[in-house]
């Protein structure tokens, strides 16, 4: 297994993930807890929050990269079809942008995260300061 | 409560929502996430360790930036029902840090289309500001008109 990449060395257009994991029942009931819902449509239904997807982007890079010290500053989800519990979702993407900002050197993703049977779930633009400066 | 499309016009605020976070929920978030994914344990760090947090001069655990955006996800899902879970479009600046204790206030209010906007949707301004009236995000949403 090649050993993983630092935070540093991202460059534009690399790929990050496939990352993959499988919706349980205790994934929904924690997304929907994370976030304070009290809804059945999450305890007693067989949809999850699509909430859960909200931190793919970091699963799909740490596939490649080490995690490191990163500061989430900017995210925009577009939210597709909500996850199913049982269903396999795969993450994929690139690194989409580097730039530094007043000495700040940040990190953009783009990713999608589909299901196992190729329905798209949430297509997400995720940006992170890696740098203070 | 989902808003009718009658109401959904420029101006119109969806009832705000209040939640108080606590410092439970962003530990075990934090921790949660970890072992439900099975990824390694974080060291002590700003989500899970007060004194990790106070070291960085505030109050107590800092939520992750996606913690605090899942109230503003809570609020359109409530106003606009499945038309927000198939094609929801939420995005966040995460502009202050929100700490455990904090009492988090979501607003949202449809505006005018501008430039760049899709046609055939409504588009909402958006902000969560924490008990003292400071921003902790700004962003906008849109969702189909119906």
Not at chain 1, 37 to 48: C, D, F, K, V, W
Not at chain 1, 85 to 96: D, F, M, N, Q, R
Not at chain 1, 115 to 126: A, F, L, P, Q
Not at chain 2, 44 to 62: L, P
Request: aromatic letters at 6%.
């Amino acid at each position: 297994m090649a050993e993983k990449l630092n935070l540093e060395d991202a460059k534009v257009g690399d790929a990050i993930g496939p990352y993959r994991y499988r919706v349980t029942r205790e994934m929904a009931e924690f997304a929907a807890s994370r976030e304070m819902m009290g809804t059945p449509l999450y305890s007693e239904g067989s949809i999850a929050p699509s909430t859960l997807t909200d931190n793919d982007y970091s699963l799909a890079f740490m596939v490649k990269y080490n995690p490191g010290e990163a500061i989430h500053t900017k995210a925009d989800n577009q939210y597709l079809n909500p996850p199913i519990i049982g269903k396999e979702l795969i993450v994929s993407g690139t690194i989409a942008d580097r730039f530094e900002k007043r000495g700040r050197d940040f990190l953009v993703f783009e990713t999608t995260t589909r299901d196992e049977d190729g329905r798209e779930i949430v297509r997400s633009k995720n940006t992170v300061l890696i740098s203070m400066g | 409560m989902t808003v009718s499309a009658g109401e959904l016009v420029p101006g119109f605020s969806l009832p705000p929502l209040t939640r108080t976070i606590t410092v439970e929920q962003i530990v075990s978030s934090s921790r949660g996430r970890e072992s439900l994914w099975g990824l390694p344990a974080a060291g002590k760090n700003i989500h899970n360790d007060t004194e990790t947090a106070r070291s960085i001069g505030v109050r107590d655990v800092v939520a992750g930036g996606v913690v605090t955006m899942g109230l503003g996800w809570e609020m359109l899902l409530d106003a606009f029902g499945e038309r927000w879970l198939k094609g929801g479009q939420l995005s966040c600046t995460f502009v202050n840090m929100v700490c455990g204790g904090d009492e988090l206030t979501v607003k949202a209010v449809v505006k005018e289309p501008g430039e760049g906007d899709a046609e055939g949707r409504v588009h909402l301004e958006l902000s969560i500001e924490n008990q003292e009236g400071a921003k902790v995000i700004v962003g906008k949403a849109s969702v189909a008109a119906g």
